[in-house]
């Protein structure tokens, strides 16, 4: 079945570029969308099809893609962006969508 | 203000059923296809079922085929989904999201879970 590969884990200290990555053999095919979740909340929409940000998501947050990967950058690092980061794809060849595993952003 | 809120969670044994709803406000219910989305403790996302604007189209996750079924009713805005001959690992969070008129959009609401304990 088709799935979506991202690291588990990101560590950053506060002001650095933080990059996750996205990685899928049919990735080109369909826009990839990107959620950040905090503990014990739902999941916040923070970049779709590929690289839009939703109203009221800072600048900081971007999306691209190319090739088999899509990737979430996050300039200029705080505290709060420590969150576990999602991406999700529609796979028409299955009628699946489907998550990647998430990445867990920790700020050093 | 849309506000998404799903019900119905609970402890049951394994074998079990259970019904979640979930109910929209500040949104037109029926022009926006719907998800059901779970977690499981300490785990990832996993999606679950989709179910387009007029129930027309319904697709699931094969973990869970044959044993649940979504469904919506766009005069009450309410999404629905029956959850058959549970198991443990069905233990989760399940959260109700919107998707737009079409499969790849992206899921831009969510309600904030109902968490389904399965006992073995």
């Known amino acids: 079945s088709y799935a979506l590969t991202q690291p588990p884990s990101v560590s950053v200290a506060p002001g650095q570029t933080a990059t996750i990555s996205c990685g899928g053999d049919?990735?080109?095919?369909?826009?990839v969308h990107w959620y950040q979740q905090k503990p014990g909340q739902a999941p916040v929409l923070v970049v779709d099809?590929?690289?839009d940000r939703p109203s009221g998501i800072p600048e900081r947050l971007s999306g691209s893609k190319s090739g088999n990967t899509a990737t979430l950058t996050i300039s200029r690092v705080e505290a709060g962006d420590e969150a576990a980061y999602y991406c999700q794809q529609w796979h028409s060849g299955s009628d699946h969508v489907v998550f990647g595993g998430g990445t867990k952003l920790t700020v050093l | 203000e849309v506000q998404l809120v799903e019900s119905g969670g609970g402890l049951v044994k394994s074998g079990g059923s259970l019904r979640l709803s979930c109910s929209a406000s500040g949104l037109t219910f029926n022009t926006y296809m719907m998800n059901w989305v779970r977690q499981a403790p300490g785990k990832g996302l996993e999606w679950v079922s989709a179910i387009s604007t007029s129930s027309s189209y319904i697709y699931y996750a094969d973990s869970v085929k044959g044993r649940f079924t979504v469904s919506r009713d766009n005069a009450r805005k309410s999404l629905y989904l029956q959850l058959n001959n549970l198991r443990a690992d069905d233990t989760a969070v399940y959260y109700c999201?919107?998707?737009?008129?079409?499969?790849?959009?992206?899921?831009?609401?969510w309600g904030q879970g109902t968490l389904v304990t399965v006992s073995s």
């Open positions: 049919d990735i080109g095919s369909k826009s």
């Open positions: 099809n590929d690289g």
């Open positions: 999201a919107t998707s737009g008129r079409g499969y790849e959009e992206a899921f831009e609401y």
